[in-house]
C-alpha cells in the first residue's frame, strides 16, 4: 500500500487516474469509443424507429431485421469518414463491415428475440384525466419491445465496436 504527504495527494490521485486510462485505455481508443457511441446512439434511433414502426405490420424478427439494416448503412458511413477517419471506399473495407455487421446483425435480432421472451409483457401508458375525470390515452407503447432493442444493441455494440477496431479498420 502507498502513502503519500498530504501536499503530494492531488498530484498522487492526478497520477493514478492517468495510469489508470494510460492502462486500461489510450487516449486514441477513447476518442474512438465516444465517436463511435455517438454515432451508434444516431443509429440506433434509426434502427428503434423503423423496428417499431415495421413491427406494427409485420413479424418482430422481420422488423428488427429492416431497423437494423437502417441502422447498419447510415454507420457505415459515418464510422468510416469520422471516428476511424477512413476516406477511401473500397470493396474489401465494405465486404468486411458487412460481413461483421451480419455476425452482429444475427447476434442482435436473436438476442432481441430471447429478450423478448424473457421479458415481461408491459404496456407504457400516458393518459390525461379531465375534470371530469375522463381518462383519455395519449400515447401508448411496448416496454418490452423498447427494452429488448435496448439489451441487443448493447450486446451487438460490443461486437461492432471490437470488430471495426480489430478487424474491418485495422490498417490504419
Request: glycine share 6%; net charge positive; charged share 20%.
Amino acid at each position: 500500500m502507498h502513502f503519500c504527504k498530504d501536499d503530494e495527494a492531488g498530484d498522487t490521485v492526478h497520477k493514478s487516474k492517468n495510469y489508470l486510462r494510460n492502462v486500461l485505455i489510450s487516449r486514441d481508443t477513447y476518442i474512438q469509443i465516444t465517436k463511435f457511441s455517438i454515432v451508434g446512439f444516431i443509429c440506433f434511433g434509426i434502427d428503434l424507429g423503423v423496428y417499431y414502426l415495421c413491427s406494427q405490420y409485420w413479424p418482430t424478427w422481420i422488423s428488427k431485421a429492416v431497423g437494423f439494416g437502417s441502422g447498419v448503412l447510415t454507420s457505415y458511413h459515418l464510422n468510416k469518414w469520422w471516428t476511424w477517419g477512413e476516406q477511401k471506399h473500397t470493396g474489401k473495407l465494405f465486404a468486411r463491415y458487412i460481413t461483421l455487421y451480419a455476425v452482429s446483425g444475427f447476434l442482435n435480432i436473436m438476442s432481441n428475440e430471447l429478450f423478448l421472451r424473457w421479458l415481461p409483457n408491459r404496456e407504457i401508458v400516458v393518459s390525461f384525466r379531465d375534470n371530469m375525470g375522463v381518462i383519455d390515452e395519449f400515447l401508448a407503447f411496448k416496454a418490452d419491445k423498447i427494452f429488448a432493442v435496448i439489451l441487443a444493441t448493447a450486446v451487438s455494440m460490443v461486437v461492432n465496436f471490437l470488430g471495426q477496431k480489430k478487424w474491418v479498420f485495422s490498417h490504419r
